[in-house]
Structures are given as C-alpha cells and as structure tokens.
C-alpha cells in the first residue's frame, strides 16, 4: 500500500476511535501508526521467505514504538493500537478487521505448544489495557477483554471477558451469572462468588443459632 492512501485509512481508522486527534498529520504520531506500517513490510517479505529481513524490520519498529509485532502474524484491516507500549503479538496469532487494543495487552502462547501456538481474535474485538491473551484458542468476534484480564480458554461470539482466570460475564448483552454487581458496566465474578459465599455464611450461622436453640429447648 501507498504510504499517503495507509495514512489516510489509518486517520479514519484513528478517528472514529480516539477523540484526542484533531488532524490527519497528527497519525504520524500515533506509535501503531509506524509499528502496523513496518509490520506491512516485514510480513511481505516473511512471506516471501526472507525471515532475517522481516524481523530487523520488526524488531527496529519494536525498539521505536514500544509495539512488538511478529511480521509471521496475520493481522487485517482496521487495526487499532491505542498508546501501544509494551503490546506483543506472537507468530501465529491471527487477527480479524477492525480490532482495537490497548497498551500492555499480550498476544502469546502458553510456553507448551507447537505449530499455531497463539490467539486467532475474530473481527471486531477489543481488548483492554494490560490483558494477556495465551494460547492457541479464538476470541469471537465482538467480544470485549477486560484490563488486566487473563484469558486461557476460547471465548465465544459477542461476549465479556475479566477476571483472572478470565471468565465470561456477559454474552450476547446477558450478564452472565444473572446476580449482577455492575462494576462501571463489567461484571466482577470474584466480587458475585464473594458476594454469593457471604450470604451462606450467613445462612449457616442463622441455621447453626436456629439448632443451638432447639437443643437448648430439649435439654431443658
């Protein structure tokens, strides 16, 4: 792709996303500007078989964006990686059309595997600053990560994920468990379990008070 015909869909790309830019010259400072732009180049010619090529390539933009992006990885259109710092996608990850990530977020495989070692993330996902994403499975499309979420196990279509482990929370706009403690619109499972354990506590002691009575009662 041309440079100026990239810059202009990653403006439109950028805009529709993030408030904070105010002009299409603004995208050349914009780190996942230049780290997906060099991916590009790195990928065509891993492609191409030209493997040390490719990974100067991505190691370079690593170095200058703060943005680790394998140049095996298959990634398509309408990426968005918002600040970018410390995000790394592995080899074998696969991502869909307009996918948005946030800083820290990990792309990667769980050490243990061979072949495709990390996530396929299906189109319009997002994924929230900090989550780790480990292993061979798919995030389906429209689905939200939460921040600092760690996710190990395939996630279906149109659902939320937090906690870790990550669990899902919601899907297909029902909250899932149907207890719900919004937490600023995400569900807290750990907070629904403590929630749920604290009230058969209470329930036990109610039933322990209730037999201590009836004991004293035949006893006396």
């Not at 996303?17 to 002009?23: H, L, M, Y």
């Not at 307009?98 to 820290?104: H, K």
């Not at 977020?105 to 994403?133: C, F, Q, W, Y």
């Not at 604290?198 to 039933?207: H, I, M």
Request: proline share 5%; with cysteine; aromatic share 8%.
């Amino acid at each position: 792709m041309k440079f100026f015909a990239y810059m202009n869909e990653m403006y439109e790309v950028i805009k529709e996303r993030d408030p904070a830019i105010k002009s299409k010259w603004e995208v050349l400072l914009y780190p996942c500007f230049w780290a997906i732009y060099r991916y590009r180049k790195a990928h065509r010619l891993y492609e191409k078989g030209h493997f040390l090529r490719a990974r100067r390539i991505s190691q370079r933009a690593a170095r200058k964006t703060g943005i680790e992006i394998h140049p095996g990885a298959v990634i398509g259109k309408g990426l968005f990686i918002d600040h970018g710092h410390g995000v790394v996608i592995g080899e074998t990850s696969v991502i869909g059309d307009n996918v948005t990530i946030y800083q820290g977020v990990t792309l990667g495989g769980t050490g243990k595997e061979t072949g495709k070692r990390h996530p396929t993330v299906e189109d319009n996902v997002m994924i929230s600053a900090g989550a780790k994403v480990l292993g061979s499975f798919t995030i389906g499309e429209n689905s939200k990560i939460g921040a600092g979420s760690v996710v190990l196990k395939e996630v279906p279509p149109n659902s939320t994920v937090v906690g870790v482990p990550g669990h899902v929370v919601k899907r297909d706009n029902v909250r899932l468990p149907r207890m719900d403690l919004d937490q600023v619109h995400f569900p807290d499972p750990v907070q629904v379990e403590i929630v749920q354990l604290r009230d058969e506590v209470a329930k036990l002691r109610s039933e322990l008070e209730e037999a201590k009575k009836q004991l004293q009662e035949s006893e006396a």
